[in-house]
């Protein structure tokens, strides 16, 4: 762990738990053995067992009997559903996610980037009767399942989208994105500047997505627009592509 003259004295133990925690914030999905957690914290064997057995006790974390892995566990879930609530993040842009809904009539939805993964913060339904239940508020999936999680990977490096491609290669292939198409969807969104798909996380739904502006360069967030396949006609797909993206140009300008 690197050092850092500002840090508070007397925290080690702490900051070496939240370290822990980030890292399995991370990797929750597939979830970490014990030598893992210490190649990815750079902690002393003995150090990373006794946070882990710690985080258990408090139910921070949770130990699979059988794969002896270790994920997040239920009061790291609560913290974090809580914190949902009234992310800045959320504050700032629902009022543009209530005006998309309006203008489209369909479900829109704000995500933001933890690690290898989305997260979806905030979630708005629009008039049209027949709504997307298939991302919920709290939903994690790795980056690129989901057409806002696909806008944040194609943002990212070649470099992360290699790793993220091999560490999540089962995801991408239940998802219906093999090595060729997934080449070919983020050309395609680093092309047009927004994310299209059709068929991925549940079959008869499409929907566009776009990453938040970043004065930073770094893409962290990403608001897409979700439909049944018939409302979404390639014609429709590009009209709410761009819709997404002048509006996400206005809230840009007026910062």
Known sequence: MMSNSKQTP???????????LRVLGRYHEHGLSVNEVVAQTQLERSTAHRL??????????????????????????????????????VDSYEPLLQRLAR????????????????????????????????????DIRPLGIGVGGMALLAAASDGDIARIRNQHVQAFEAAGLNSAQL?????????????????TVTQGVAGVGAVLPDATGSAFAAI???????????????????????????VEQAY
């Not at 009061?75 to 992310?87: I, K, P, T």
């Open 10 to 20: 007397g925290a080690q133990n702490m900051r070496r738990a939240l370290q822990v």
């Open 103 to 138: 203008i489209s009539e369909d479900t829109v939805f704000l995500l933001v980037r933890q690690g290898d993964y989305t997260v979806c913060l905030r979630r708005e339904d629009g008039a049209f009767p027949i709504k997307i239940f298939s991302t919920r508020v709290g």
């Open 183 to 199: 080449d070919k969807v983020l050309t395609r969104t680093r092309r047009i500047g927004y994310a299209e798909m059709v068929d």
């Open 52 to 89: 882990l057995t710690c985080l258990v006790e408090e139910h921070f974390a949770d130990r699979d009997a059988s794969s002896r892995r270790y994920r997040l566990g239920l009061e790291a879930m609560r913290l974090g559903f809580a914190s949902l609530r009234r992310a800045p993040l």
């Open 224 to 250: 897409s627009i979700a439909a049944i396949k018939p409302r979404m006609t390639p014609a429709r797909r590009m009209e709410l592509g761009q819709l997404i993206l002048s509006s996400l140009k206005e």
